[in-house]
């Protein structure tokens, strides 16, 4: 199946380096938009482990061209930068992660000055958070999520002020059902979802099996049944955990690839922040109404 055609041309403008410190790395931006429009909604999206700001160029584009304004960074666990676990440094890049986004949103101004002008053309009030796997938990933190600690107390809270909903796609569950190997190796994968009130829309794969967890799909939904507040929970029937290639066309992590499961997460996403940002409620709506095999959609 082709990817359908975009309904207006868009650009992207990268590298713009974002001021941050205690990184070791400049960290670095991509941003995307639709080249007309005026007070455009954003999204800041956190990227899955080992990826950056060039991924996920097939919910980018498409988010884009729903009239977003989308802004990527390169998290240090990018394979780019080399990080691998027996780095010293890994075991914090959770937090870098974090920081990384506070910084973007701290300085959303000054990076959309640089990328052609954007800051003209935003609605700072509409400012969205979106991640996949690991990006999916770092974004939930800017949302309210906290992540536990070996003796399940609940960490230092990371929420935003800017980020006002988001959508976690494929995040990381919780409780002590971590794998030897990730208990030792990402013992931050314990999110305490409990504090998490801002809207958010959750994806999960039906057939999203992780090698991290003792638990089967049903931990990947954890963030919409945990978390208070107003929730919409996205399952895709028969998705992975790349949901059939949001991170790219043909790449070594997909092992469901096909572009109309991609097209549907994209379209959820924009619809759905679309409809909590109040610019248009006819996209959500129809994508409820049409749910059946494919995907369901459960809300509060």
């Given amino acids: ?145 906290r992540v536990l600690d070996a003796d399940g107390v609940p960490g230092a809270d990371f929420r935003h002020p800017a980020a006002k909903a988001g959508a976690l796609i494929a995040a990381t569950g919780t409780g002590d059902t971590l794998t030897p190997f990730a208990a030792e190796h990402l013992p931050f994968m314990r999110p305490d979802y409990t504090t998490m009130r801002a809207p958010a829309l959750v994806v999960a794969g039906g057939r999203d099996q992780s090698a991290l967890s003792t638990r089967g799909p049903d931990w990947f939904t954890d963030a919409y049944h945990l978390s208070p507040g107003p929730k919409s929970l996205l399952t895709v029937a028969d998705g992975e955990h790349t949901l059939g290639g949001v991170a790219g066309e043909s790449v070594a992590e997909t092992t469901d690839e096909d572009p109309a499961r991609v097209e549907l997460v994209a379209s959820a996403v924009a619809a759905y922040l679309r409809d909590v940002f109040g610019l248009d409620h006819d996209g959500w709506a129809a994508l409820r109404r049409d749910a059946g095999d494919g995907y369901t959609i459960d809300g509060r």
């Fill in 1 to 145: 199946m082709p990817a359908p055609q975009l309904a207006q041309q868009l650009i992207a403008i990268k590298p713009i380096t974002v001021p941050s410190a205690d990184r070791g790395l400049d960290l670095q931006v991509k941003v995307t938009a639709p080249r007309s429009g005026r007070r455009l909604p954003v999204i800041v999206f956190s990227h899955g482990n080992a990826w950056s700001m060039d991924g996920y160029e097939p919910l980018v584009d498409r988010w884009a061209a729903a009239g977003f304004v989308v802004v990527q960074p390169t998290h240090l666990d990018s394979r780019h930068n080399g990080i691998g676990l027996d780095d010293p440094r890994y075991r914090t890049i959770w937090r870098v992660r974090i920081a990384d986004l506070h910084a973007i949103l701290d300085h959303l101004g000054k990076i959309l000055a640089e990328a052609d002008g954007l800051d003209a053309r935003i609605d700072a009030d509409r400012v969205a958070v979106v991640g996949h796997s690991w990006g999916a938990q770092t974004v939930g933190t800017l949302l309210g999520a």
